[in-house]
């Protein structure tokens, strides 16, 4: 099963490469027009535009899941593991409640989203927007995975390190033990 989840993160940070270099190659392209022949792609505008937005919220998931996001690590190096345990706790309910309020506000808004169109390109703007969907659910399957993991005792040292930002090697974790 954990292979599987990995091909999946492994497979979203290629669409996060092609995304970036889509982008950046449209960006380019009508960089280089604008000056060589005063016209552009509006087309690979809006695009870019689009794959800027996708780029984002995949990459929040994969940040999420690497605990790349900002914290307060200043105040939780300073305690001890049962208070880090209990902070990383708060931090999931949290961050789970605030995910699923974000993907219920997403979903409510698709109808809506699904039957505006972009000016340029004519696509639904449920594409732009149903991105959060992704996000939403995205982030609460893996808050909820590791409040599970907290709950039942079951969550590595080399995690709470990471929550508490401290970046040990296997020596300095077991040393700890």
């Known amino acids: 099963m954990q292979k599987t ?3 999946f993160y492994k497979f979203l940070e290629i669409v996060l490469v092609v995304l970036l270099a889509g982008m ?6 009508n960089v280089v027009m ?3 022949m005063n016209s552009g792609i509006n087309v690979s505008e809006e695009m870019s535009r689009f794959f800027f937005v996708w780029l984002t919220f995949v990459g929040a998931v994969i940040a999420f899941r690497e605990h790349g996001h900002m914290g ?3 105040f939780v190096m300073l305690l001890s593991r049962r208070a880090r345990i209990f902070c990383m706790m708060i931090s999931n309910i949290v961050i789970f409640a605030v995910s699923a309020i974000f993907f219920w506000g997403t979903w409510k808004q698709s109808g809506i989203n699904a039957s505006m169109h972009a000016p340029v390109t004519g696509l639904s703007m449920i594409w732009v927007y149903g991105i959060g969907l992704f996000t939403g659910a995205g982030i609460c399957l893996i808050a909820l ?3 599970v993991r907290i709950a039942t005792g079951r969550v590595k040292e ?3 390190a990471a929550f508490a930002g401290e ?4 020596e300095q974790l077991s040393e700890r033990s």
């Open 24 to 29: 950046a190659l449209m960006v380019f392209v």
């Open 5 to 7: 989840i990995n091909l």
């Open 72 to 74: 307060i690590e200043t």
């Open 158 to 160: 080399e995690e709470i």
């Open 145 to 147: 995975e590791r409040i």
């Open 167 to 170: 970046n040990l090697t296997v």
């Open 34 to 36: 604008r000056y060589t």
